[in-house]
């Protein structure tokens, strides 16, 4: 009898991906200023980049205060090596836009600094 969980899934179609999004993470009491600097670094090296609301308290999965930077496919290879090395500290999230949440934001998710544990099941039941 074969083993159904170790078959190899399908390829996903990276063409599925309509955009990204980076949660920047902080503690409103003691790294605002340093998510505050990133976020004006964002802004004026990378403008094409949206810029979301500040979000001290908790919202959807995410189990701590957090900013939302959206920003285009074509923005992935500039963007993220960039992120990577000028985050200072503050932990991030980055996933894809595929359409569906619970994975984006799990499976397919990118985590740089602490991995954080998400509240999933915001998302509803999974199948």
Do not use: C
Not at 54 to 70: K, N, T
Not at 98 to 120: C, E, I, K, M, Q
């Amino acid at each position: 009898m074969s083993d159904k969980s170790s078959a190899p899934k399908p390829s996903r179609d990276p063409g599925a991906i309509t955009d990204y999004h980076a949660h920047i993470y902080y503690d409103p009491a003691q790294t605002r200023g340093k998510a505050e600097r990133l976020r004006e670094r964002v802004a004026a090296a990378f403008p094409q980049a949206k810029l979301g609301r500040w979000h001290d308290e908790l919202v959807g999965p995410h189990p701590q205060s957090m900013f939302q930077i959206a920003f285009p496919v074509d923005m992935l290879a500039g963007f993220v090596p960039w992120l990577m090395l000028n985050r200072d500290g503050l932990t991030i999230l980055l996933h894809p836009e595929t359409g569906d949440d619970y994975t984006d934001h799990s499976a397919h998710a990118a985590w740089f600094g602490a991995v954080l544990p998400l509240r999933l099941d915001v998302f509803g039941k999974r199948k």
